[in-house]
T-cell receptor, first 108, second 115 residues
Framework: GIQVEQSPPDLILQEGANSTLRCNFS?????LQWFHQNPWGQLINLFY???GTKQNGRLSATTVATERYSLLYISSSQTTDSGVYFC??????????FGAGTILRVKS | DSGVTQTPKHLITATGQRVTLRCSPR?????VYWYQQSLDQGLQFLIQ???????AKGNILERFSAQQFPDLHSELNLSSLELGDSALYFC??????????????FGPGTRLTVL
């Protein structure tokens, strides 16, 4: 099946800093989603981005489908950005395959 | 708030017992998915239902079963529980049953602890 790798596994930032999270996938996909899991365990949809670039406030994402990677940018990070960021791609049918996640800690 | 609801939020039970987790999809969504998040396995797809019918199956144990009812809510039944079944169980929903453009929206999860 498709493999999804995320890097870095862990990231510690000072409030106000910028960061880039990466997601590599092993096969071509036509559905890619980024999620944020907050410290209470909730999975929050950030982007549906099978290709191209999207922006939502301080967050933006870019997927280069032909090169099998996606990037999530967080600018001017805040403590509320802490949590785990997951990339997920759709395999056959409707199954979402998740990466292992990037744990982000933003310190004030 | 994604619009997907799950009950209960927390469940503590003993080995060998049986529990039922409930999910209501977003209004208008016909598909319901179940995922398990554990420390050692990460987030894994269990099963999908579309408009009452099973559509796709993942790494779901034989001790687990699910169904989707005519009002589109779904239940995940876990039986003969083992310590290793302790996990966060998510339900997600989407509009379609297999469209590549479907976006899955996740509920808040049910945290199951088996003692």
């Amino acid at each position: 099946g498709i493999q999804v790798e995320q890097s870095p596994p862990d990231l510690i930032l000072q409030e106000g800093a910028n960061s880039t999270l990466r997601c590599n996938f092993s096969d071509s996909v036509n559905n890619l989603q980024w999620f944020h899991q907050n410290p209470w365990g909730q999975l929050i949809n950030l982007f549906y981005i099978p290709s191209g670039t999207k922006q939502n406030g301080r967050l933006s994402a870019t997927t280069v489908a032909t090169e099998r990677y996606s990037l999530l940018y967080i600018s001017s990070s805040q403590t509320t950005d802490s949590g785990v960021y997951f990339c997920a791609v759709k395999e056959y049918g409707n199954k979402l395959v998740f990466g292992a996640g990037t744990i982000l800690r933003v310190k004030s | 708030d994604s619009g997907v609801t799950q009950t209960p939020k927390h469940l503590i039970t003993a080995t060998g017992q049986r529990v039922t987790l409930r999910c209501s999809p977003r209004s208008g969504d016909l598909s319901v998915y179940w995922y398990q998040q554990s420390l050692d396995q990460g987030l894994q797809f269990l099963i999908q239902y579309y408009n009452g019918e099973e559509r796709a199956k993942g790494n779901i144990l034989e001790r687990f079963s699910a169904q989707q009812f005519p009002d589109l809510h779904s239940e995940l039944n876990l039986s003969s529980l083992e310590l290793g079944d302790s996990a966060l169980y998510f339900c997600a929903s989407s509009v379609g049953g297999g469209l590549s453009t479907d976006t899955q929206y996740f509920g808040p999860g049910t945290r199951l602890t088996v003692l």
